[in-house]
């Protein structure tokens, strides 16, 4: 029986989940095409956690499925403005005429800003976890479909949320997460992964002089 996301993402449980999201019948779609989808995916997540009030801890990106590690901080809301809201709801999902996006100016913000359901609505998205799964899997669905020129689903089409409920799980989940790609086989020392959590830290370290 399925359940519903919002009983099994509760940040009163806890705030840590491991998300596992995989491409429609495993295939490696993530590894196919002229846009790098890996790369892709990797910018969309910077992006998306200045956005949401979304955490990422670690993440793999593999050939037919990601990994990611979120802490969800709902409480950041609570200082963001309506203005803010709004700002940050409009770099990912700007206002439309005619089904066209406009640009996004501090007129048109304040001028949104006097529709408190749409304020309200955006601030509760900004710290949903489907709305952050939702922000990352259908942009690069529709890029990939229109580069191939098919239709249909890319993404199966629920993602796993499992919540981590102690420090040893969490770490368990690190570990996981940073091993996942040497156990696929595609390095052979977690710090050799492409598009991973730990490639980045080891980076951002080796750019300090720390390694």
């Known amino acids: 029986m399925t359940v519903a996301r919002s009983q099994l993402v509760d940040v009163s449980v806890t705030p840590w989940y491991h998300v596992i999201s995989k491409t429609v019948r495993d295939a490696f779609l993530l590894r196919e095409g002229e846009l ?34 979120v802490h969800l901080v709902p409480e950041h809301i609570d200082s963001w403005s309506d203005e803010e809201v ?5 770099t990912i999902h700007p206002p439309r005429v005619n089904r066209k996006p406009i640009e996004v100016t501090a007129e048109v913000i304040r001028d949104h800003a006097k529709d408190a ?43 796993k949320s499992i919540g981590i409920l102690d420090t040893k799980a969490l770490l368990a989940v690190c570990a996981y997460i940073d091993l996942n790609p040497v156990a696929s086989g595609l390095a052979e020392l977690p ?4 598009h991973t959590s730990i490639r980045t830290r080891v980076e951002h370290c080796r750019a300090r002089g720390r390694i």
């Not at 790098?36 to 593999?62: C, H, N, P, S, Y």
């Not at 900004?126 to 020129?149: I, T």
């Open 36 to 69: 790098d989808r890996k790369q892709w995916i990797e910018d969309r997540l910077q992006l998306l956690t200045e956005v949401f009030a979304v955490e990422l801890a670690g993440f793999a990106v593999l050939d037919n499925h990601l990994h990611l590690l």
């Open 86 to 90: 709004l700002q940050r709801w409009f």
């Open 117 to 159: 359901q749409l304020v309200a609505r955006a601030r509760q998205r900004l710290g949903d976890l489907g709305w952050f799964m939702k922000s990352l899997k259908e942009p690069l669905a529709r890029l990939a479909n229109e580069a191939d020129g098919t239709s249909g689903a890319f993404w199966q089409s629920r993602y």
């Open 191 to 194: 710090e050799d992964s492409l």
